[in-house]
Structure formats: structure tokens, C-alpha cells
């Protein structure tokens, strides 16, 4: 490097670099750093540039971790960068744009320089070459300053423009969450001015130079105006790396002796129009524009950080959670969320939960559980399995998440996943009001489907040497609807059939279960071959119909004035659930369906044959009215709460760091070295 433009290919030979590296000490105070320094660039903007820079100068970094214990010049570099951070608002103010660019150029050096040293040595090693001085060999500085710590200080203060000696967790966390909420674009190329912003900027805003891509560079680690444009996600590389940051930062252990302070400042921080004082034991609070972060959260949840932002602040932020929900535009929030879900198939599995545990969350709040269904939506043009030109939002959230559990079911089978589906949707149950036709209908047939399920898996399990073509073929004309098998002609078979399963249950049910997965286990001749799926999903299978069951009984119970489609799809199907009204496992929660069934089963046959579906639902409107309410029996009320894991840590911290390696902005890590997450994990 040096007074000249640089070219990676000419690095490695590079005299300047050679020095830095070689078994010379060099003064903080040598003009040397001056020559250095002042050469033109251009910082990586993609993680493949990255790359090539790493492989380039690889043997200089190398050479200076052997010579650095007896030089000390990678502390001397560092000091000369402290020193110039000292003036460098000044030199905005005087436009010394030969000073600033210097004092990026150092910058810049420190990054490529720690990045190595990170990745080749442990973080013992790491700070004692902090502490290295020119000394005899191997000797260090046991009173030196903790240049490491000065090094980040200084990178705060550079951040958040605030003092040194001040604390600045608080006001690190504000600039980071502006950062994201801003969605700054990169300056275009020989941009001269940044734009001075007047709340929560740092003094990289006020930096009026003509070298302002420059800087902006090094604190994005590239991603400025002169490259192709970036995916829309990355549309603000400063935006995003701050994010990352953020959530790096929010996901530290706590120290033996000290909580985590971002995650306190995270926890505690409160709108700007919020005047009441802030509690005295409440440490690293701040204020912040709570409906610019609302709108930022809104406008960016396609990115995994982003939801995932927004899942931290929901669960550990009391002041945010309760601004949210008391919004009258949750349908900006609230799609944004629902689109993840529906396009699972093309979201990672960490993405897809962090959705789900929003809407949990969301759900646990009744107020929300009823506004959702007075927010009528026209159009949704992302929702494919049927046009959909007017629907509330709440019927939305049924549809895709019942998708979601269906797509589990059949795809990942995760027990977590399909687990906290079911807890939304029985939280919203009590309060289903006026569900669109489509959503009930997938109520009821999503139900049936697993009703179904269940009785060929009995018949698996109690009969696996039986092969019972006709409820087989059965099965095997299901579509992924489960639409299909009433329609058969061999329905009353298996009406039949489940009526004798399900007598046999109720005498000893846990006994033969029992005894026909041992016989089961003997047809395998062996205990390490493992059970079929569908023995293994009897469990899985009886815990969704029950809980399906449950949600079903909850609207009745609660709503059923509201619900006359609810009540329609399920005398469609009621052949079907006549059947489990014997199953011992669901006797209690079949009473009051049951219940309604027969007595609107009545109705209808009263009003004769050959009913319009507009005369049915006149005849339900009716009945609702007439049906005392008393006869319906009372179950608790579904309430579920999400709760973190005891150890919250070992899924976030690897799931942040992949977000880092993945997405940030002109980053690159070897992948033979990457411990902390599988390469292939999603």
C-alpha cells in the first residue's frame, strides 16, 4: 500500500505491509503510518471479494501474529488509529478530507488484520497481542492500558458519538435500533455531504467529506452506491450490520456478577411520548420513537433478523408489547408474519418458529384475538389455494397456520412446531367471530382428516397382518385436503369398522395399544429396527385431534351466535364425528359438538329435503337463538402462554451467528472453521 492506488494482486509484495509485518518495531509516532496509509482501496462489498483479500494478504497477517510479541506494531497501529479518532470531528469540520480518509484507511487495516488473528487464535492468545510493546521477545506490558478495550470504546464512540468516560450501552442500543429503523441507503459514489440527523445519529452522520463513502464503508465492511444493486432486504448494508450487532449483543450470556446490560437496555427502553419517570432500579433505559420502530418492524420482516428483532422485543420488552397490541393497524404487522408462515416451504426452520412464537404471542392478549376479525382484508394475492377477495384477518391467521401444521404433518414432522400452531389457534377460540366459509371449512376438514388417520393407524397396529384393501384404498384416494372420503362408497365400511375399534378402546384401550406395538415390534424381529411412521404417529395424531376438538368446542361454547359457517361445515362432516363420540379419549370434549349436531340435525330435518346452503344457514342463524345455553357444559377456558426453554441460549446465539455468517454485508469465514452451527443447518 502506500501513496498509490492498490490492487490485491499486488499486496502480498507490497513494502509498506512487508514493514508492518516484519521484525521491525515501528513508533506510533513514525511517518511511516503517514505512507502506509494514504492509499486508495476499494473495501470489499461481498463476502467472495472478502475472500480474495483474505487469501491475498494471508502470509502478511501471518508474518506480523509470529513478530508482532517482539514489535508490538499491531498496538502501535491501533494507538495511531485512537489518536486520529480524537480530531476526526474536527477534521470534519475543517473538511481535512486527507485526515479522514488516513484514519479510515487505518480502520479498514485493523479489520482485515483482527479478522485474521480472530480466526487463527484463541481469545487468550487474541489479547495478549494486545499487550505486546516493543520489548525483548515474547515480554508484554503487565500495567500497559487495556488497549482492547480503548479499541472498542473508541469504535462506540465513533457509533453513537458520545464521550468516552460516559457509559454508553444505552445510547449504543438507541443508535443501533435507529440505524435499523432510518433503513439508510448507501451514499452514491463522491458523495461530499451525510445528511445531519438530529436524534439517535452517531458522529458517522456528521462526517461532511468528501470521503464519506469511505467511512461508510468500513462500518458496513462495504455494500456503497458504486456496486450492483443489493437485494431488497439489503437495500441498507449500515442497517443490517447494525442489526446483527444488535442482536449479538442482546443474545451474551450474563456475567456471573451482572445480567447482560443490552438485554436490560433492550428489556427497559420506553416510547418518547411516555413522560413518567424512569424507575431508579431499572439501569440502561432510554426513549425511543416507538411508531418509527413499529413501522421499520412492519416494512422489514422478510429477513430472519428482522422477525427475529421483533420476537425479542415482543417477549422481553413489557412497553413495546403493550404499544403493539394497543395499535389499529395490526394487519401491517400481522401479514407480514403470515406470509412467512405460508411460504414455509421456502423459509428456514428458525425464520418459520420465530413467526409462529410472534403470533403466539400476539394471541395471548384477548384484545387481539377480537380485533382480528373486524380488520376486513380485500384481495390476497400471495394466498393461492383459493381466491380470496374479502376475508378478515383472523380468518387469515386459521387458514395459514391450520397450512402450517398440515405442512408439518406431512413434511418436518416437528412436534414443537405443530404444538404451537395448535396453542394460537385454541388462544383465539374463544373469540372466532363471523369465520369466513373457507376457514371453517378447513376447520372441520382439517379435523376430519386426522380423525381418519386415526382409525387406520388403529387398524395398523391392532391388525398388522390384515390387509384390508377397501380401507386402504380409502386412505389412498385421500387428496391433501382430506376432502374426498365421504363421498366414497365404501364410507359406511369405515363407519362401521371405526365403531368396532373404537368399542374394542373403550374396554382396554391402554392394553391392547400395548400389546399391539409389542406384536408389532415381534413382526420386526428386531428392537433396533424402529416402529413404522404410523405407529409412531398414534400419539402425535391423538394429542392434534384432541386439541382440534377442543378449539372446535371453545367457538361453540363461547361463540356460537358469531359462527353460523363453523356450524354448517360441521353438520357437512358429522357423519364422521358421530363415530368418536365413543372414543374414550374424547367422550368429554365430543358432549357439546355432539350436542349441537343432533339438535341442529333436528332443525334441518324438520324443514324437509332439498335445502338451499342459504336456507341452511337461515335455519342455523334460527337454531342459535333457540338453543339453550345451559345445555352446553363448561371446560376451561384454552389459554396458553409461550415460555422461553431453561437454556434460551443454546438455540439463539448458534441461530444469530448463522445470521451473521449469512447475511452480513461483504463478510467471509472460512467454513472448515465454523464450530458454533452446522454448515448445513437451516
Known amino acids: 500500500m502506500g501513496s498509490n492506488s492498490s490492487r490485491i494482486g499486488d499486496l502480498p509484495k507490497n513494502e509498506y505491509l512487508k514493514k508492518l509485518s516484519g521484525t521491525e518495531s515501528v513508533s506510533e509516532n513514525d511517518p511511516f503510518w503517514n505512507q502506509l496509509l494514504s492509499f486508495s482501496f476499494p473495501a470489499p462489498t461481498s463476502s467472495t471479494e472478502l475472500k480474495l483479500l483474505e487469501e491475498a494478504t494471508i502470509s502478511v497477517c501471518r508474518s506480523l501474529v509470529e513478530n508482532n510479541p517482539r514489535t508490538g506494531n499491531l498496538g502501535a497501529l491501533i494507538k495511531v488509529f485512537l489518536s486520529r479518532t480524537k480530531e476526526l470531528k474536527l477534521s470534519a469540520e475543517c473538511q481535512n478530507h486527507i485526515f479522514i480518509w488516513q484514519t479510515h484507511n487505518a480502520l479498514f487495516i485493523i479489520c482485515c488484520l483482527l479478522k485474521v488473528f480472530i480466526s487463527e487464535m484463541s481469545e487468550e492468545e487474541l489479547q495478549l497481542h494486545f499487550t505486546y510493546e516493543e520489548k525483548s521477545?515474547?515480554?508484554?506490558?503487565?500495567?500497559?492500558?487495556?488497549?482492547?478495550?480503548?479499541?472498542?470504546?473508541?469504535?462506540?464512540?465513533?457509533?453513537?458519538?458520545?464521550?468516552?468516560?460516559?457509559?454508553?450501552?444505552?445510547?449504543?442500543?438507541?443508535?443501533?435500533?435507529?440505524?435499523?429503523?432510518?433503513?439508510?441507503?448507501?451514499?452514491?459514489?463522491?458523495?461530499?455531504?451525510?445528511?445531519?440527523?438530529?436524534?439517535?445519529?452517531?458522529?458517522?452522520?456528521?462526517?461532511?467529506?468528501?470521503?464519506?463513502?469511505?467511512?461508510?464503508?468500513?462500518?458496513?465492511?462495504?455494500?456503497?452506491?458504486?456496486?450492483?444493486?443489493?437485494?431488497?432486504?439489503?437495500?441498507?448494508?449500515?442497517?443490517?450490520?447494525?442489526?446483527?450487532?444488535?442482536?449479538?449483543?442482546?443474545?451474551?450470556?450474563?456475567?456471573?456478577?451482572?445480567?447482560?446490560?443490552?438485554?436490560?437496555?433492550?428489556?427497559?427502553?420506553?416510547?418518547?411520548?411516555?413522560?413518567?419517570?424512569?424507575?431508579?432500579?431499572?439501569?440502561?433505559?432510554?426513549?425511543?420513537?416507538?411508531?418509527?420502530?413499529?413501522?421499520?418492524?412492519?416494512?422489514?420482516?422478510?429477513?430472519?433478523?428482522?422477525?427475529?428483532?421483533?420476537?425479542?422485543?415482543?417477549?422481553?420488552?413489557?412497553?413495546?408489547?403493550?404499544?403493539?397490541?394497543?395499535?389499529?393497524?395490526?394487519?401491517?404487522?400481522?401479514?407480514?408474519?403470515?406470509e412467512i408462515l405460508y411460504h414455509v416451504e421456502e423459509r428456514n426452520s428458525h425464520h418459520v418458529y420465530m413467526a409462529l412464537i410472534i403470533l403466539l404471542i400476539l394471541t395471548e392478549d384477548d384484545g387481539f384475538n377480537r380485533s382480528i376479525h373486524e380488520v376486513i382484508l380485500k384481495n390476497i394475492t400471495w394466498y393461492s389455494e383459493r381466491v380470496l377477495t374479502e376475508i378478515s384477518l383472523g380468518s387469515l391467521l386459521i387458514l395459514?397456520?391450520?397450512?402450517?401444521?398440515?405442512?408439518?404433518?406431512?413434511?418436518?414432522?416437528?412436534?414443537?412446531?405443530?404444538?404451537?400452531?395448535?396453542?394460537?389457534?385454541?388462544?383465539?377460540?374463544?373469540?372466532?367471530?363471523?369465520?369466513?366459509?373457507?376457514?371453517?371449512?378447513?376447520?372441520?376438514?382439517?379435523?376430519?382428516?386426522?380423525?381418519?388417520?386415526?382409525?387406520?393407524?388403529?387398524?395398523?397396529?391392532?391388525?398388522?397382518?390384515?390387509?384390508?384393501?377397501?380401507?386402504?384404498?380409502?386412505?389412498?384416494?385421500?387428496?391433501?385436503?382430506g376432502e374426498e372420503l365421504l363421498s366414497l362408497t365404501c364410507s359406511h365400511i369405515l363407519r362401521s369398522y371405526a365403531s368396532s375399534l373404537f368399542s374394542l378402546l373403550s374396554k382396554k384401550h391402554n392394553k391392547v395399544l400395548e400389546q399391539a406395538t409389542q406384536s408389532l415390534r415381534g413382526s420386526l424381529s428386531s428392537n433396533d429396527v424402529p416402529l413404522p411412521d404410523y405407529a409412531q404417529d398414534l400419539n402425535v395424531i391423538e394429542e392434534v385431534i384432541r386439541m382440534m376438538l377442543e378449539i372446535i368446542n371453545s367457538c361453540l361454547t363461547n361463540s356460537l351466535h358469531h359462527n353460523p359457517n363453523l356450524v354448517y361445515a360441521l353438520l357437512y362432516k358429522r357423519d364422521l364425528f358421530e363415530q368418536f363420540r365413543t372414543h374414550p379419549s374424547f367422550q368429554d370434549i365430543m358432549q357439546n359438538i355432539d350436542l349441537v349436531i343432533t339438535f341442529f340435525s333436528s332443525r334441518l330435518l324438520q324443514a324437509g329435503a332439498e335445502l338451499s346452503v342459504e336456507r341452511v344457514l337461515e335455519i342455523i342463524k334460527q337454531g342459535v337463538v333457540a338453543l339453550p345455553k345451559d345445555r352446553l357444559k363448561k371446560f376451561p377456558e384454552l389459554k396458553f402462554k409461550y415460555v422461553e426453554e431453561e437454556q434460551p441460549e443454546e438455540f439463539f446465539i448458534p441461530y444469530v451467528w448463522s445470521l451473521v455468517y449469512n447475511s452480513a454485508v461483504g463478510l467471509y469465514w472460512n467454513p472448515q472453521d465454523i464450530q458454533l452451527f452446522t454448515m448445513d443447518s437451516d
Not at 467 to 481: E, P, R
Request: proline content about 7%; some cysteine; hydrophobic content about 35%.
Open 137 to 338: 521477545p515474547g515480554s508484554y506490558s503487565s500495567d500497559s492500558e487495556d488497549l482492547l478495550e480503548e479499541l472498542l470504546c473508541c469504535l462506540m464512540q465513533l457509533i453513537t458519538d458520545i464521550p468516552l468516560f460516559l457509559p454508553y450501552t444505552s445510547k449504543l442500543v438507541k443508535t443501533l435500533l435507529y440505524n435499523f429503523i432510518r433503513q439508510e441507503k448507501p451514499p452514491p459514489p463522491g458523495a461530499h455531504v451525510f445528511p445531519q440527523q438530529s436524534d439517535g445519529g452517531g458522529l458517522l452522520y456528521g462526517l461532511a467529506s468528501g470521503v464519506a463513502t469511505g467511512l461508510w464503508t468500513v462500518f458496513t465492511l462495504g455494500g456503497v452506491g458504486s456496486k450492483a444493486a443489493t437485494p431488497p432486504e439489503l437495500s441498507s448494508p449500515l442497517a443490517n450490520q447494525s442489526l446483527l450487532l444488535l442482536l449479538v449483543l442482546a443474545n451474551l450470556t450474563d456475567a456471573p456478577d451482572a445480567p447482560n446490560p443490552y438485554r436490560q437496555a433492550i428489556m427497559s427502553f420506553k416510547n418518547t411520548q411516555d413522560s413518567s419517570p424512569f424507575p431508579s432500579s431499572i439501569p440502561h433505559t432510554f426513549q425511543i420513537n416507538f411508531n418509527s420502530l413499529y413501522t421499520a418492524l412492519c416494512e422489514q420482516q422478510t429477513s430472519d433478523q428482522a422477525t427475529l428483532l421483533l420476537y425479542t422485543l415482543l417477549h422481553q420488552n413489557s412497553n413495546i408489547r403493550t404499544y403493539m397490541l394497543a395499535r389499529t393497524d395490526m394487519e401491517n404487522l400481522v401479514l407480514p408474519i403470515l
Open 400 to 481: 395459514v397456520v391450520i397450512r402450517t401444521i398440515q405442512y408439518n404433518m406431512t413434511r418436518t414432522r416437528d412436534k414443537y412446531l405443530h404444538t404451537n400452531c395448535l396453542a394460537a389457534l385454541a388462544n383465539m377460540s374463544a373469540q372466532f367471530r363471523s369465520l369466513h366459509q373457507y376457514a371453517a371449512q378447513r376447520i372441520i376438514s382439517y379435523t376430519c382428516r386426522h380423525l381418519r388417520r386415526y382409525v387406520y393407524v388403529l387398524d395398523k397396529l391392532y391388525f398388522p397382518h390384515s390387509h384390508c384393501s377397501t380401507l386402504q384404498h380409502c386412505f389412498s384416494t385421500l387428496s391433501d385436503n
